[in-house]
């Protein structure tokens, strides 16, 4: 192994970029910035111990060393920061189009409703797509309570809920 990595004909610039390209895909694949960050520095401590002279140690002889490891921690702090964001923006834009999409559907759903009844079924089935949740409502007939619509885990209300379900709705 030690004359394999002798006689890469890698150069140090390539190895950079394989480098930053590593933490581009551990930064983007991974959900907490720790991972980045330790992605950044065992990279670092993995060039110095592979590419650096004496190979397969932490100590290096020539100083250019240390700015070259410096400037190659910085960049890749700099850009898990980037990647750990750029994925964060993607869930938010994601989550932002899946409740866009729900509006959309409970706008038309809301139009083709024939009466008030309709209406409730729809709001309710449309809350528990929202939030993934049991959802109940109790319409006001006459000043009085009525019985709940409900939503379950299917699309349509729900005429009774389960006492696991009752209780998560209380």
């Not at 065992?42 to 932490?58: D, I, W």
Request: with cysteine; hydrophobic share 45%.
């Amino acid at each position: 192994c030690p004359q394999l990595i002798k006689a890469s004909v890698v150069s140090d610039v390539y190895k950079g970029q394989i480098y930053i390209l590593g933490i581009l895909l551990s930064s983007f694949l991974t959900s907490l910035r720790i991972y980045g960050l330790l992605a950044s520095v065992v990279g670092v401590l993995l060039f110095n111990c592979l590419y650096a002279e004496p190979r397969f140690t932490l100590f290096f002889y020539d100083p250019q060393y240390t700015i070259t490891m410096i400037i190659m921690l910085v960049a890749s702090l700099g850009t898990s920061a980037i990647m750990s964001s750029l994925r964060q923006r993607l869930l938010n834009e994601q989550l932002e189009t899946h409740r866009t999409e729900i509006l959309l559907a409970t706008s038309q759903q809301l139009q083709r409703a024939q009466d008030k009844q309709a209406m409730l079924a729809v709001a309710v089935a449309q809350l528990r797509s929202l939030f993934h949740k049991p959802v109940g409502l109790w319409p006001l007939v006459d000043g009085h309570l009525a019985a709940p619509l409900t939503a379950t885990s299917s699309q349509h209300p729900a005429p009774t809920l389960t006492a696991e379900e009752q209780e998560e709705l209380a």
